[in-house]
């Protein structure tokens, strides 16, 4: 019981006694006390705490190669999909090793996440994680547990949610001049992995209620030493 309720309590059988306060109760103080404690209880004790988060990251869009979204700015009409298979790392004081997440958005209107997680207290640090760096793109919409699938290596990765039946995304490398070794983009606006290698779309689908696209030969980034790095909200 905290020194305000004591206070507040002292107040109020004070005014009861001495001829009662119109319109209060002991159940409305209480209540009021209550539900003010209990607010403090859920509030982000850990906001303005650095996190490092890392994994591989894939993300496939409907813009032409390169996106230049993630480059020099949003592009009107790019609809994007997107994954992380997270291998280490924390946020909210909270483990994320394991867990995976996915997300499609229209950026500047729209984002929907998913997370795979192993437990309630995983999953909530992982969409706080998630809702930190895609709030950047548009209004955080539906937030859902989901069975996520990632496969794949160096660029050539499979990622489904709910089998396939929510979001599907295929992709491959696209290689530069020692055709060797894929496209490499530096010191990018991506705010989940500032280094971006260069992917394309071979295929890619999402649906979810009103909300439904589909992706054929777009662009493609994608990390398989993602780090991101920052101070929780």
Known sequence: MSRKFIITLGVLLAA????????????????????????????????GEKYSVKGIFVEGCSCNLPCACELIGWEGGCQ?????SLSDGNYDGTDLTGAKIAYAMKPGDWVNIYVDAKDDKQKQAAINFAKDVCGLYGKIGKTDSAKIEFSGKDGNFIV??????????????????????????????????????????ISGNFSDGERKFELKGGNSYFNTHMLCEGVSK
Do not use: W, Y
């Open 16 to 47: 009861v006694f001495a001829g009662g306060t119109p319109g209060m109760s002991f159940c409305t103080v209480f209540a009021h006390e209550h539900k003010h404690e209990h607010d403090h209880a859920h509030h982000n004790t850990h906001a």
């Open 80 to 84: 994007t999909m997107a994954a992380l």
């Open 160 to 201: 489904k949610v709910d089998d396939g039946k929510i979001l599907q995304l295929t992709t491959e490398p696209v290689l530069g001049g020692d055709n060797k070794t894929p496209i490499i983009h530096t010191n990018t606006k991506c705010k989940l992995s500032p280094v971006l290698m260069q992917g394309r779309v």
